[in-house]
């Protein structure tokens, strides 16, 4: 059987995806790189927007109809939508959906297609588990310099807008010793960066250890030269996490730090456990410990009740802490959430639309500036693959803060350590020459 699959939202679905493969590649399934000839289409969404469920409903249509009654496929929902939406999806006469899989149901997936092919009844498996955390799966990843490895999987922090906690469960972590084998396996492979994901990723426990002890451990992995992580949240910032980044030179100098909010009362209605000088305080000891951070951040607009001056509390601190980029976000409201059951979404769309466009002009400028300061500074950068379908016109690399740069000259080898000095920034990233 050829399959498609196609993945939606964050980087732990892309990581899934990449679990998915390895799964049904030992079941025998082909991966095609093209629907039209594929025998199932799979789907891997997410529920985090509206706009993304949106996205999917499209997709599918579109896919039903570009292949007609003459050529039938099979379409199969994974991910967080599938957890979310089980009962609607199966009900929707129009999508025809033939199976689904939540997030921890992977494993069952060649045994949810065959129950859909040889019975023709609709299967279903979106159980979340308490431990499954596919620590005996080795993903099929791409070819590359960076790979993604999930430490810990779910959400116990129930932000009130959120629906991750309903759509992935409860948190649970790999053993340190399980993760460490596979960095050493991919060094082995020729990567030369991991990424570790969690949904909160600095929450990670096993046992006695916590995020700082994987971190250190990974880092001293041989061959590997750059660790990074996403996504922490801003509870989880022990002393002893920022001493080990500030002088621990494997461990990459970027957090993702998501503020959500600049407005305490907002702040507590999202539950996020922090008000605004709580969130100052930490940043400013994260820039005393480690001066060179690139800070990066996650901002909701037009939370319920939400007023323009509560919105220019997120504004202030926006310019306060001075983020290298922001991923702004119109409030959406989600099925089942507290937010969603005790808050009506009463901020008008055209509201939310004026806060955006403020919120993200803002913080154009303020990138600018922090692009434009490193002018004249020298950085190593990690040459990454050049895109696959487009000619290559230049280099490009990203620096030990994630920032992208663009090189001066081609000629370097994807995975390649070059030292740089930046010679100019645009908004977007920065140029350099080599040394
Ligand atoms: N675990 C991560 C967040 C994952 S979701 C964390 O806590 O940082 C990524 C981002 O999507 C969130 O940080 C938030 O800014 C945004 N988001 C989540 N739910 C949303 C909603 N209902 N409406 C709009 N944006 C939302
Ligand atoms: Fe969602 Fe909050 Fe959990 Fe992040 S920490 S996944 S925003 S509930
Ligand atoms: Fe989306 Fe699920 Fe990730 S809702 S953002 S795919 S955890």
Not at 205 to 233: K, N, W
């Amino acid at each position: 059987m050829k399959v498609f699959l196609e993945t939606y939202g964050c980087q732990m679905n892309e990581y899934d995806s990449e679990l998915v493969r390895s799964i049904l590649k030992k079941e025998n399934y082909e991966f095609v790189a093209d629907e039209s000839g594929a025998d199932i289409v799979m789907l891997n969404t997410c529920a985090i927007r509206e706009h993304a469920h949106r996205k999917v409903y499209g997709r599918v249509h579109s896919i039903r109809h570009a292949r007609g009654k003459e050529n039938p496929v099979m379409i199969g929902i994974l991910g967080c939508m599938a957890t979310n939406l089980r009962r609607d999806l199966l009900e929707d006469r129009s999508l025809k959906i033939d199976f689904i899989a939540g997030p921890d149901s992977y494993k069952r997936l060649g045994q949810l297609i065959r129950e859909a092919c040889d019975e023709g009844q609709k299967s279903y498996d979106v159980t979340l588990s308490e431990f499954e955390t596919y620590a005996d799966v080795y993903p099929s990843r791409k070819e590359g310099i960076n790979a993604w490895i999930a430490v810990m999987r779910g959400c116990n922090n129930f932000c009130t807008f959120c629906v991750v906690p309903y759509t992935r469960g409860r948190e649970r972590s790999r053993s340190p010793e399980n993760i460490t084998e596979e960095v050493r396996r991919l060094v082995a492979e020729g990567f030369k960066q991991v990424t570790l994901l969690g949904q909160n990723v600095n929450s990670y426990r096993h046992e006695t250890h916590d995020f700082a002890y994987l971190m250190d451990q990974v880092s001293r992995v041989p061959g590997i030269e750059r660790v990074r992580f996403t996504s922490p949240h801003p509870k989880d910032f022990p002393d002893r996490f920022l001493d080990l980044m500030a002088v621990n030179p494997k461990i990459c100098k970027h957090i993702h730090l998501p503020l959500q909010a600049g407005n305490n009362r907002i702040l507590d209605m999202m539950n996020r456990t922090y008000t605004h000088e709580e969130f100052m305080d930490l940043v400013a000891k994260i820039r005393r410990k480690i001066p060179e951070i690139t800070l990066t951040t996650d901002i909701i607009v037009g939370f319920p009740t939400e007023t323009d001056n509560e919105f220019e509390d997120t504004l202030h601190i926006v310019a306060a802490a001075g983020f290298d980029s922001a991923f702004t976000f119109k409030y959406s409201e989600r099925q089942g959430t507290m937010a969603c059951r005790k808050y009506p979404d009463d901020v008008p769309e055209a509201a939310k639309t004026e806060r955006i466009m403020r919120l993200n002009e803002l913080q154009k400028e303020i990138t600018f500036k922090k692009n434009l300061a490193h002018i004249g500074q020298v950085h190593d950068i990690l040459i990454e693959p050049s895109c696959q379908d487009k000619p290559v016109t230049h280099t490009v690399g990203r620096t030990d803060g994630n920032k992208l740069v663009i090189l001066s000259r081609n000629g370097y080898q994807t995975g390649e350590m070059v030292k740089v000095k930046i010679t100019d920034a645009t908004p977007h990233a920065l140029k350099a020459c080599p040394l």
